[in-house]
T-cell receptor
């Protein structure tokens, strides 16, 4: 069975400082991994996706994540936070079931606050 | 290209009433998924359509929930009768038939049962 643990429910940073949102996962197979972001009153937006190619994945808005199999981690980083980055971030693991469905397992979310 | 849309954005109903949520996937996407986030919990899978067929409804909580996707386009999720524990945010997602990996989500419907 797959699972996702987001180690921080809330993270607060100052504008212009680095962002680190932590995610650990467990999966029976080689999973696909995603980060989604949800801004207030908006849908879940795909930030980036890992599918066993390069271990360092670049996403939108300057975010990137590094897949570390030995640590079963997929932490999300950004060198310099912007006020518009304030949102809730979800780490997601995807496994392919025998039904052909991609089973998405979500982490509990990390709410990022950016202080001016 | 229009994204996944959901209607209504918010719904407040009394316990025992019926509510129908609608999802319009991205045009041409064969796969349509429903998820739910109950307050304070993780987002959980409810069911999966491939075109008009239910591929997997293992996440549906009970028989008060009925999902349909007539014609393989938009989908509805009906809750009848609604209970207090049904409150939460209901998300719809879709993905193309050729790549079921990446799912594109709608803004969600916030359901409050009083």
């Amino acid at each position: 069975a797959q699972s996702v643990t987001q180690l921080d429910s809330h993270v607060s940073v100052s504008e212009g400082t680095p962002v680190l949102l932590r995610c650990n996962y467990s999966s029976s197979y080689s999973p696909s991994l995603f980060w989604y972001v949800q801004h207030p009153n908006k849908g879940l937006q795909l930030l980036l996706k890992y599918t066993s190619a390069a271990t360092l994945v670049k996403g939108i808005n300057g975010f990137e994540a590094e897949f570390k199999k030995s640590e079963t981690s997929f932490h999300l980083t950004k060198p310099s936070a912007h006020m518009s980055d304030a949102a809730e971030y979800f780490c997601v693991v995807s496994d392919l079931l025998r039904t052909g469905r991609r089973a998405l397992t979500f982490g509990s979310g990390t709410r990022l606050q950016v202080q001016p | 290209e229009a994204g996944v849309t959901q209607f209504p954005s918010h719904s407040v109903i009394e316990k025992g009433q019926t509510v129908t949520l609608r999802c319009d996937p991205i045009s041409g996407h064969d796969n349509l998924y429903w998820y739910r986030r109950v307050m304070g919990k993780e987002i959980k899978f409810l069911l999966h359509f491939v075109k008009e067929s239910k591929q997997d409804e293992s996440g549906m909580p009970n028989n008060r929930f009925l999902a349909e996707r007539t014609g393989g386009t938009y989908s509805t999720l009906k809750v009848q009768p609604a209970e207090l524990e049904d409150s939460g945010v209901y998300f719809c997602a879709s993905s193309p038939g050729t790549d079921t990996d990446t799912q594109y989500f709608g803004p969600g419907t916030r359901l409050t049962v009083l």
